[in-house]
C-alpha cells in the first residue's frame, strides 16, 4: 500500500480514540483526591452551620481554605465532566444529539469551575 | 460506513424485564445516577461561593433559600447523594485493586454502601443541627 495513504475509517473517524486508559487514570486520580477534598467540604459546611455573613467571608479567605477549595473545583469539576461524558456516550441516540450534548457538558463543567474559582479568589483576594 | 436513510428499528435484547434485580446491579446504576445528581448539584456550590463573594445582600438571598424547606430537601439529597458516591467510589477502588470480586463479597460491599451512606448522612443532618442550634438561618 502507498505510504502516502491513509486508511479510509480513520478519516472517517471510526474506531478506537484511544483515549480510553487516560480517562480511566485521570477518572480514578480526580476521584481519589476528591475524597479527603469532598469530607474537608462537609467539614467545612457543618463549621459554617448558622454563621453569620462576616464569619462565613473570613473563613473563606483563609489561605488554606481558599487552596483546598480551588483544588476540590478543579478535581470535582473534571471528574463530573468525565463522568457525564461516560453517560452521555452510553445513552444519547443519534450522533448529532451526542456530540451536541458532549460539547454542552464541557462548556457546562468549564463554566461552573471557572465561576466558583472566581468566586473563592475573589473572597481570598479581597480580605 | 453507509449512513442508512431512516432508521432500522431492531428489537432490543429484554433486560430489566428479565434480570432479577441483584444489590450489586442496583448499587451500580445508583453510583451512576448520584454522579449525575452530584453534577447538577454542583450549582448549588456554584451559587454558594458566588453569593458569599458578591456581598451580604447576596449571601442573605442564598441563605432564606437553603433554609427553606425545598432549600433543605436539595441540601439532604445533596449530601446523601455525595456520601453515597463516595462511598460507591470507595467500592470501585477495592475492585481496582483487584480485590472483592468474589460475589459474597460484592454483595457485603453494596450493602454497606447503601447502609453505610444513609448512616452518614443522618449522621452529619443530626451534627449539622446542633452545630449553632438551629439548621434554618
Known amino acids: 500500500m502507498n505510504g502516502m495513504h491513509t486508511p479510509l475509517n480513520h478519516v472517517r473517524g471510526l474506531g478506537s480514540a484511544k483515549t480510553g486508559t487516560t480517562h480511566f487514570w485521570v477518572q480514578r486520580l480526580t476521584a481519589l483526591v476528591n475524597v479527603p477534598l469532598a469530607l474537608f467540604l462537609i467539614a467545612s459546611l457543618l463549621a459554617l452551620v448558622g454563621a453569620d455573613y462576616p464569619t462565613v467571608r473570613s473563613y473563606l479567605a483563609n489561605p488554606l481554605v481558599v487552596t483546598l477549595l480551588l483544588l476540590l473545583i478543579l478535581s470535582g469539576t473534571w471528574h463530573m465532566c468525565i463522568g457525564m461524558q461516560m453517560i452521555i456516550e452510553d445513552y444519547v441516540p443519534g450522533r448529532s444529539a451526542m456530540l451536541a450534548l458532549l460539547t454542552l457538558n464541557i462548556f457546562f463543567s468549564a463554566a461552573v469551575a471557572l465561576a466558583c474559582i472566581y468566586a473563592v479568589l475573589k473572597i481570598g483576594f479581597n480580605s | ?137
Open chain 2, 1 to 137: 460506513m453507509k449512513s442508512a436513510p431512516r432508521l432500522q428499528s431492531r428489537p432490543l435484547s429484554p433486560h430489566l424485564q428479565i434480570y432479577r434485580r441483584t444489590m450489586t446491579m442496583t448499587m451500580s446504576i445508583v453510583h451512576r445516577i448520584t454522579g449525575a445528581g452530584l453534577y447538577a448539584g454542583t450549582l448549588l456550590l456554584a451559587w454558594w461561593l458566588i453569593a458569599a463573594a458578591m456581598g451580604p445582600d447576596a449571601y442573605s438571598a442564598f441563605r432564606s433559600f437553603i433554609g427553606s424547606w425545598p432549600g433543605k430537601l436539595v441540601l439532604l439529597g445533596y449530601t446523601w447523594a455525595l456520601i453515597h458516591h463516595l462511598l460507591g467510589g470507595l467500592r470501585h477502588f477495592t475492585w481496582d485493586v483487584g480485590r472483592g470480586f468474589d460475589l459474597p463479597v460484592a454483595n457485603s460491599l453494596a450493602r454497606a454502601t447503601l447502609i453505610g451512606s444513609v448512616l452518614l448522612t443522618i449522621v452529619v443532618w443530626i451534627a449539622g443541627n446542633s452545630a449553632r442550634g438551629v439548621m434554618s438561618l
